[in-house]
């Protein structure tokens, strides 16, 4: 006869076996006859990426414990919108008809699943209604949406998600409202009431548990936009990153949630301008935003712009020209460096060359040398605007990905560098030949 403790150890054996959470698997194929080399599946707290077979199928495991949660699959130009939770596995078969991604789906997650692929979310917004009659347009598409959802009986944890997921999916129209309705009248000169802002900001709810949702982060982003340029009498580039802080600190509770607007915005804004303005961002970003992960790609951000700071020896680069021969950075060696990075498709671009060859043809004899750096990926359609507009100067191909521009932290073309005598950086982010202030800071550079 078995002892009583050896009878209760396996009750307990079993009483454990019984709560753990089984493995969860989403497998995946493509019908296609396209090969896609891999597969990303992307959760709130994970990422994975898998090869895909010879007949694009995979599947992936995902860990034991994760959040019931939003999540997508990626393959190619193409993604699926996915909800995953610890337990349900499904397959996830998708056919392509044209570019046009079909999925379809199998297995215990299923359901959700197709849900979320097969419901009809169209709905054509009448942006010439006024604020208030647009926005109970909005509220009766949402109602709509919500008497669909609660029809297919799921449970209360995915309900109460779907509908936050979909109201900000609704009411991103009320975003697009902004401009679209100044078309609709055929009235540019039209100010909108404060009621539209005050309704912008009445749909958000401050909600930690949304900040992975994309539609979420979007209407965040775009109304403290919106709101900081209705409060400002006049648009200045650093008064809106202001502005906008601001709000967030006046306005924003939740900790969470204010972190991330406030890593957002200041680190957007040194992205694209460089730490310029550090010193006076640095005690917002210090009070407000505490996750070290932010902290530390927020620190790597700064420290690739000291990199190319005023005085700091410029990141070097060997391309070749027109004709074929290697230009190196070092060839310039003891001139002024005035650098365009631009692309043929480029409208502002192609706008400014007119205003480069006048400056160009100005200091023609001087000790400055005016370089082109084409980031085409189509090497002929640079070669073919180079020759039959006769672009002047050093016209140079660096292609889509290139490790200088990255250097410079360049995200948006026209871009120019100037680079002094010894090959320093004098301005990583230098004004354009159209600018006035161009030819006066060239005028007043020494020994030009």
Not at 1 to 27: D, K, Q, W, Y
Not at 113 to 139: G, H, I, M, R
Not at 256 to 283: N, T
Not at 412 to 436: C, Q, T, W, Y
Request: with cysteine.
């Amino acid at each position: 006869m078995r002892s009583r403790l050896t009878i209760l150890a396996m009750m307990f054996i079993a009483l454990v076996s019984c709560n753990t959470t089984p493995e969860t698997h989403v497998g995946f194929h493509v019908e296609d006859t396209q090969l896609y080399p891999e597969a990303v599946l992307m959760t709130k707290d994970s990422i994975y990426t898998q090869a895909l077979t010879a007949n694009n199928s995979t599947t992936f495991t995902l860990l034991k414990k994760f959040e019931p949660a939003y999540g997508a699959m990626f393959f190619g130009q193409k993604h699926v919108l996915l909800y995953v939770e610890p337990g349900k596995s499904f397959e996830l078969s998708v056919k392509m008809e044209g570019r046009k991604a079909v999925p379809t789906f199998s297995g215990e997650g299923a359901k959700k699943n197709q849900y979320l692929n097969n419901t009809d979310f169209s709905f054509t917004p009448d942006y010439k209604l006024s604020e208030t009659e647009f926005a109970a347009s909005l509220d009766k598409q949402l109602e709509k949406l919500y008497k669909n959802l609660d029809a297919q009986g799921f449970d209360n944890y995915f309900n109460n998600l779907e509908k936050k997921r979909l109201k900000y999916t609704v009411f991103s129209s009320l975003l697009e409202y902004r401009s679209a309705h100044l078309y609709a009248i055929e009235n540019f000169e039209y100010q909108y009431p404060d009621a539209y802002f005050n309704k912008l900001a009445e749909v958000f709810t401050e909600d930690e548990d949304m900040l992975g949702m994309g539609v979420y982060q979007e209407y965040m982003k775009k109304m403290v936009s919106y709101i900081s340029i209705n409060n400002m009498p006049e648009f200045e580039d650093f008064l809106y990153i202001k502005e906008q802080l601001n709000y967030v600190c006046q306005h924003f509770k939740n900790p969470a949630v204010a972190e991330f607007m406030v890593d957002y915005i200041i680190s957007d804004h040194v992205a694209g301008e460089g730490i310029g303005k550090l010193e006076e961002l640095a005690p917002i970003y210090k009070t407000k935003v505490h996750d070290p992960k932010k902290i530390a790609a927020f620190n790597a951000l700064c420290d690739k712009w000291r990199r190319i700071a005023p005085g700091q020896p410029s990141p070097s680069f060997t391309y070749k020209d027109i004709n074929g021969k290697e230009v190196h950075l070092s060839d310039f060696a003891g001139k002024y460096v005035y650098i365009d990075n631009w692309a043929t498709w480029c409208g502002p671009c192609r706008r400014e060359q007119p205003m480069l060859k006048k400056l160009e043809e100005r200091y023609a004899g001087k000790n400055i040398c005016f370089v082109s750096v084409s980031c085409d990926q189509d090497k002929s359609a640079w070669e073919k605007v180079v020759k039959e507009d006769k672009l002047e100067g050093i016209q140079l191909f660096a292609g889509a990905s290139d490790a200088f521009m990255d250097a410079y932290m360049i995200t948006a073309i026209p871009h120019f560098i100037l680079i002094d005598r010894e090959g320093k950086v004098i301005n990583a982010k230098m004004s354009r030949p159209s600018d006035p202030e161009t030819v006066k800071f060239l005028d007043a550079l020494e020994g030009l």
